[in-house]
Every structure is written in C-alpha cells, then in structure tokens.
C-alpha cells in the first residue's frame, strides 16, 4: 500500500501561482510513477502531469505545458507541482496518485486538495 497526502492549495489570482505537495509513504519504490490529476466543477477528473520516479521524466497534459513543473525530493519522498500563470479554468480539485511503472492504472490517490484561481 501506498499513503499519499497532498498539501499546497488554496485561493489565488489569475495569473499567481501555486505549489502542490505530494508526499508518499508506505511501500514506495524507484518504480513508480506519481501523477496529478484534476477535476473541476462540473467536470471529469483529468490528467494533468506524471513523474516515473525511476528516471525523472515528466509528461504534461497540453492545457498545461509551459505554465506547470513537476519537481521531485527523492528524500522525502515527495513530488511538487509548482504552478504558474494560473487562470480560471485552472480551478479545480487537485488529486495526487501513484502507480507501478508496470501498469498504466493509478492504484493509489490522495484526498484531494482544492485549487481556486479568481479572475
């Protein structure tokens, strides 16, 4: 099992930024991949960035490229989600997950932390 509690969110302007926290313990490894997914108002929960703890290599979804930075601390077993240049359709839930590099399915998720961008 893996434990994951994400930290960071809050109320901000457009344009501000934010940074997510996600730490991870219980049966972690080098071969896990830890994402973040979204699910604003309305909506359905969507991919936002992965991380394979293994190489260090990074996948964004489209809306966020250029504006978001996945970072890691290998020591603390914890991945950042650091967030630029926020607009409003950036509002949402934002979940922390983890999956085996050997599946494509995240297996273990966070409480989720609300993310709020005011025009």
């Known amino acids: 099992q893996v434990q994951l509690v994400e930290s960071g969110g809050g109320l901000v302007q457009a344009g501000g930024s934010l940074r997510l926290s996600c730490a991870a313990s219980?049966?972690?490894?080098?071969?896990?991949?830890m994402g973040w997914f979204r699910q604003g108002p309305g909506k359905e929960r969507e991919f936002v960035a992965q991380m394979r703890w293994n190489d260090g290599r990074t996948d964004y979804a489209d809306s966020v490229k250029g504006r978001f930075t996945l970072s890691r601390d290998n020591a603390k077993n914890t991945v950042y989600l650091q967030m630029n240049n926020l607009r409003p359709e950036d509002t949402a839930v934002y979940y922390c997950a983890a999956r085996s590099l050997a599946t494509s399915q995240y297996d273990y998720w966070g409480q989720g932390t609300q993310v709020t961008v005011s025009s």
């Open positions: 219980g049966r972690t490894s080098s071969r896990y991949a």
